[in-house]
């Protein structure tokens, strides 16, 4: 299996999803979850490639939840000024 087949098979499993009910969070949990279980059988270098793919999830996830709560603030600024 290559990395265009791991695609298509994203694709595929996208494709069967529907609406999505888990948040980015959740999914970010999971992923760590998944780490955690099966932490003693990856090599050291597969284990630091996962755990660098949910260290850019995490950012990801943080810096557009910082985004909104700087925006959820401007909003309320925004309203709370008279005048605007």
Known sequence: M????????????AATLGRI???QSDIILKLA????D????LSPADL?????????????ASSQF??????DSLMKISVDTPGS
Not at 2 to 13: H, M, P, S
Not at 38 to 41: F, I, L, M, P, S
């Open 2 to 13: 290559n990395q265009g087949d791991v695609i298509a098979l994203f694709k595929q499993e």
């Open 21 to 23: 009910e888990a948040s």
């Open 33 to 36: 979850q998944l780490i955690a």
């Open 38 to 41: 099966v932490n003693r059988k």
């Open 48 to 60: 630091k490639r996962l755990l660098y793919i949910g260290a850019v999830m995490y950012q990801e």
């Open 66 to 71: 910082e985004a909104r709560k700087d925006m």
